[in-house]
T-cell receptor, first 105, second 117 residues
């Protein structure tokens, strides 16, 4: 079983701060996905990273895939209260435990 | 974009009864759909892979006879929780993608909150 470990599990920050969420595994993935989930709803796909070393940007969100394709990170710049939610990484249809982010105004 | 619809969005049932949850791909055909379960404040756990026209593939530890999956058409998969018990109360979510398999991510339904009393 390929396990995805996410850290931190919980993160509470003030509006305007930057943060990074990590997704690590001992296994190699052909691709990793990042999702965001609101309470009571299904996850929504943010991005897919495919190539080792790849960096993708989505407005204030920057996603990176490790060179060895075993890990990924999500960096949010100048976080806003609207960024609050559960961030999940996934590979081969399996999910990490998630990072629950709270951004306080 | 691809849309996956789940129904019902929530259901309350009595212990011992069965509940059917539907997952539909609205604007694409899905030969493969995935069913997940999510307990409060936890991540999604893959339960089974639903294959159109053939038997579902269940993850280790998931009881086939308890969680019946039927994928009779290219746009509909159903999950039936049989003889439900309170411990089956959870958030059930399905996902699919055009073409059946994708390394580029999947679209999820909005989930079904099951409460067994």
């Amino acid at each position: 079983t390929q396990l995805l470990e996410q850290s931190p599990q919980f993160l509470s920050i003030q509006e305007g701060e930057n943060l990074t969420v990590y997704c690590n595994s001992s296994s190699v993935f052909s691709s990793l996905q990042w999702y965001r989930q609101e309470p009571g709803e299904g996850p929504v796909l943010l991005v897919t990273v495919v190539t080792g070393g790849e960096v993708k940007k989505l407005k204030r969100l920057t996603f990176q895939f490790g060179d060895a394709r075993k890990d990924s990170s999500l960096h949010i710049t100048a976080a806003q209260p609207g960024d609050t939610g559960l961030y999940l990484c996934a590979g081969d249809m399996r999910f990490g435990a998630g990072t629950r982010l709270t951004v306080k105004p | 974009g691809a849309v996956v619809s789940q129904h019902p969005s929530w259901v309350i049932c009595k212990s011992g009864t069965s509940v059917k949850i539907e997952c539909r791909s609205l604007d694409f055909q899905a030969t493969t759909m995935f069913w997940y379960r999510q307990f409060p404040k936890q991540s999604l756990m893959l339960m089974a892979t639903s294959n159109e026209g053939s038997k579902a593939t269940y993850e280790q530890g998931v009881e086939k006879d308890k969680f019946l999956i039927n994928h009779a058409s290219l746009t509909l998969s159903t999950l039936t929780v049989t003889s439900a018990h309170p411990e089956d109360s959870s958030f059930y979510i399905c996902s699919a993608t055009p073409g059946g398999t994708s390394a580029f991510g999947y679209t999820f339904g909005s989930g079904t909150r099951l409460t067994v009393v």
